[in-house]
Nanobody
Framework: QVQLVESGGGLVQPGGSLRLSCAASGSIFSINAMGWYRQAPGKQRELVAHISSGGTTNYADSVKGRFTISRPYPKTTVYLQMNSLKPEDTAVYYC????????WGQGTQVTVSS
């Protein structure tokens, strides 16, 4: 089993920045890729950013150039640096870890509003 704990969400004005963190514990040796998803009210959960065990990243078109995902050694924590935030980025952000099973964090609220 893998446990994921997210932190770093909150309220920020448009144009501002936030950094989300997700710490993994438990059977971390089984984790391959990690990623961040988000779900806005009334919408489906969508992929925001993904990073493979080798460090390859990919991003949703809507966040390219503004968000950066990283997973520094020893690769037990994944970060999402979010810059130039927009109101449409408002959502609950979920950390995901893929290994033998698919694991999810509890989610952290990000609200972008003036």
């Amino acid at each position: 089993q893998v446990q994921l704990v997210e932190s770093g969400g909150g309220l920020v004005q448009p144009g501002g920045s936030l950094r989300l963190s997700c710490a993994a514990s438990g059977s971390i040796f089984s984790i391959n890729a990690m990623g961040w998803y988000r779900q806005a009210p009334g919408k489906q959960r969508e992929l925001v950013a993904h990073i493979s065990s080798g460090g390859t990243t990919n991003y949703a078109d809507s966040v390219k150039g503004r968000f950066t995902i990283s997973r520094p050694y020893p690769k037990t924590t994944v970060y999402l640096q979010m810059n130039s935030l927009k109101p449409e980025d408002t959502a609950v952000y979920y950390c995901n870890a893929m290994g033998e099973l698919n694991y999810w964090g509890q989610g952290t609220q990000v609200t972008v509003s003036s």
